[in-house]
């Protein structure tokens, strides 16, 4: 697993604050600067995110975009992903299989491409029930952490491995107190089959592939590592309420949201 003040460093470059990077990471304040110190640029200010305007996107079918020959495959799979969480990163990332810091800088790149904006506009026009948000950072922000998925940080791993027990026999390769012994595998007495022991495992994906923005808090309690990702429900309630201001106001600056029961991973349109 990282080490946290790798981590932490991400959150320091983009501008978060010492007291809140500790409570994210659950050491004490002095840590944090210790690790800047230590490890971080000395004397480099906090970068500052710097977050472009978002273009007016709306959910359609993969067939829309497979008659469009003026972008490559990969460009079609970066509108649909884009789609769905609304971040350029990620939907780098997934469209071109590349880690966390090149899609970091190729991704908005990419969405600024005049071919890219214009299938979007089209993709926007081509759906008319889609809801509409106040285009603000902070509505992006809320977007990306409504949309998180645990899949995206962790792979779940299952292996079957025999079963073995102890057998005490002459000439067995090992011995003890009680004698010569060997290891044999156990039967299934149901099907014949050897018997196999079932683990289920959880494991951390590579720091380079994840997008860290999203994790809320990293702990380690008694050996063991707990992410935390931000609260969907509360992020979600934020964009209600920022919908429900940009109907009493009329605003035109909006973005479209795809509405969460029309969503799913692969951007799946569930009518």
Known sequence: M???????????????????????YDVKLNTVKSWKSRYWNKGAPPKKSVHTKRKKVAHKVVDELVDNGDLTDKQKAFCLYYLQRFNATWAYMQAYGVNYGTANTNGPALLVNTGIQKQLTELKKSVADDLHLT???????????????????????????PIWERLYRKNGPFIDNSGHYDYVEVTD???????????????????????????????????????????KQKALGALTKLLDEQKTTGSSNTVKIIRT??????????N
């Open 189 to 231: 007495p149901n099907t014949g089959e050897p018997a196999m022991h079932t683990k289920h495992e959880v494991r951390f994906k590579d720091q380079s592939m994840v997008d860290t923005s999203l994790i809320s808090k990293v702990k380690t309690d008694k050996g063991e590592i707990d992410i935390e990702l931000y609260d």
């Open 2 to 24: 990282t080490e946290k003040y790798k981590l932490a460093q991400k959150d320091y470059e983009a501008g978060m604050k010492y007291k809140d990077i500790a409570a994210k």
């Open 261 to 270: 029961d029309r969503r799913d991973k692969h951007g799946g349109d569930h």
């Open 135 to 161: 285009v603000v950072d902070i509505a992006h922000e809320y977007a990306k952490q409504a949309f998180a998925d645990m899949g995206d940080y962790v792979n779940f791993v299952t292996t079957d491995t």
